[in-house]
Structures are given as structure tokens and as C-alpha cells.
């Protein structure tokens, strides 16, 4: 069956606690993140963006609603049960610093049983497709933090899977290093075609890399907008240039100034 969309509807999550009241995080979210697409998540600080990814990538249960995995024949499978194939990239890299470059990105086929000589092969070709090849059997300790993400990312492209999370991916990179890597990265979205769901708080990253942006309120987190990136593909990082990247910016921003003052006084 075709793997079609993930699909949201009346999720709420409360964080409990023995010594402080309920956290509510999330608030009736219903929205749509279809296949083949990148969809980039935007919201003040604490708004529940990152809950929302560990919800949908079957990491913490939802006090209410439900997240489905829809297919070709309409079929949904309630997570996490029979999900797609899936992969996160953090901000923290989470590279095992005692294992080489190519041990890292082969870990998780190890995990699963595959030969040796198999996730060797893998991974090498995933270390080239982000521009890796030489540094194969470094260690972790002796890369800089853009290499140690685009481990990162090798180590997600390398599952083949079939939705790609990132969360603040380049949050912990200096400027032109993230740059960079956002450039890499909108490149190897759109030859492989992955359903890609970006965390970001970054409004230009979310426009640059996204087919759409769901902007969400300050907590507890709710859907405020969902909005098409009409940029053409593939982009250069000049596509800022365009006078619709500066529209859509501004329409995003409009819809976060408010939802950041509340944020700040939470």
C-alpha cells in the first residue's frame, strides 16, 4: 500500500506532574502532513512543536485525539502500530563518540541485522551524499559540529525511511554552517522525495525548505495557519531573493508576533 499522508485530529497532551500542576502542551491540533512533501512546524518557544513530533513518531502517547498513517486504499493505522518506516534528526548530534563515522551511520541497519559488508556499502554511499567521503573512519570527537550533523543526517537518509523528522536540526550551528547544510539538506529532500516534517524557529528555514508551514499559537500549542510555500524547486538559497519569499515571511511573522508576546509572558 502507498503510504499517503499523516493525519491529526483533536490531539491534546498534558505533561503530569507529582508536585506542580498539569503542563498542557498541546491543544485539539488537527492538521494534515501529506507524503512526498516537507512540512515545516513553526511556533513561539514551548509551544509544543517538538511534543508533537515525539506523538507522531510513537515516542510519547497522546492524552486524546489520534494520529493515523493514511494509505492508498484509505486505510489508517493508529500509531504505533503498523507505521511507516521512520528516522529523526535532533539538534543534539547523539553520534556515539567510541564509534567511526561509518559505524555511526550503519548503527541502526546493525540493529536490524543487516550484513556487514551490506551497511558498509550503505553507508558509504550515504557519507558521499553528504559530501563525507574521506572522513569515513573519523571519530566524533574529531569532527566539527556540521560534519557531526551531516552524520546525522547520513544516519537518517541511510534507513531509507519513509517519513524523515527533523527537529531543529541546525539550531546549534554558527550561521554559515547552517547556510550550508540547509542548501545540502533541500537537495537531498528533493531527489529522494521523502515525506520530510522540519521543527524549526526559524521562519526563512521554514519557507526555504518547506512545500508548507503550519504555524502554531503559544501554549498550549494549537494549529494557527497552514500555509503552501508556492516557490518553484529546486531552490538556491537566492530564492530569498524573491519577492514571494518576502511575502510569505511577512504573512508568517504577522501570524507569530502576537503568539510570541504570550509566549514570553507564560
Given at each position: 500500500?502507498?503510504?499517503?499522508?499523516?493525519s491529526i485530529e483533536g490531539l491534546s497532551h498534558r505533561f503530569l506532574s507529582r508536585t506542580r500542576p498539569p503542563t498542557t502542551a498541546l491543544t485539539d491540533v488537527t492538521c494534515r502532513f501529506p507524503a512526498g512533501k516537507v512540512t515545516s512546524i513553526v511556533g513561539?518557544?514551548?509551544?509544543?512543536?517538538?511534543?508533537?513530533?515525539l506523538i507522531m513518531r510513537g515516542l510519547v502517547k497522546a492524552s486524546q485525539g489520534d494520529v493515523k498513517f493514511l494509505y492508498g486504499n484509505g486505510a489508517g493505522a493508529l500509531t504505533p502500530g503498523d507505521a511507516p518506516r521512520m528516522a529523526t534528526v535532533?539538534?543534539?548530534?547523539?553520534?556515539?563518540p567510541w564509534r567511526t563515522v561509518v559505524d555511526n551511520v550503519a548503527f541502526g541497519m546493525e540493529l536490524q541485522g543487516v550484513s556487514k559488508a551490506e551497511r558498509r556499502e550503505k553507508?558509504?554511499?550515504?557519507?558521499?551524499?553528504?559530501?563525507l567521503s574521506g572522513f569515513e573512519n573519523h571519530y566524533p570527537g574529531q569532527l566539527s559540529g556540521g560534519m557531526k550533523q551531516r552524520v546525522g543526517l547520513a544516519r537518517g537518509m541511510v534507513m531509507s525511511p519513509d517519513i524523515l523528522f527533523l527537529d531543529e536540526p541546525f539550531?546549534?550551528?554558527?550561521?554559515?554552517?547552517r547556510l550550508y547544510l540547509q542548501e545540502q539538506l533541500s537537495s537531498l529532500v528533493e531527489k529522494s522525495a521523502?515525506?520530510?516534517i522540519l521543527i524549526t524557529?526559524?521562519?526563512?528555514?521554514?519557507?526555504?525548505l518547506g512545500d508548507h508551514v503550519v504555524v502554531m499559537t503559544a501554549r498550549p500549542g494549537k494549529i494557527a495557519a497552514s500555509l503552501d510555500v508556492d516557490l518553484p524547486r529546486p531552490r538556491g538559497i537566492d530564492v530569498q531573493n524573491d519577492k514571494r519569499f518576502g511575502e510569505l515571511f511577512s504573512e508568517i511573522y504577522g501570524l507569530l508576533r502576537d503568539e510570541v508576546r504570550k509566549s514570553m509572558m507564560n
Open positions: 500500500m502507498q503510504f499517503e499522508a499523516i513561539p518557544s514551548g509551544c509544543g512543536k517538538s511534543t508533537l513530533l535532533w539538534q543534539s548530534f547523539n553520534l556515539l553507508a558509504m554511499d550515504a557519507i558521499k551524499s553528504v559530501e539550531g546549534a550551528l554558527d550561521a554559515q554552517t521523502k515525506t520530510v524557529h526559524s521562519i526563512e528555514e521554514a519557507i526555504f
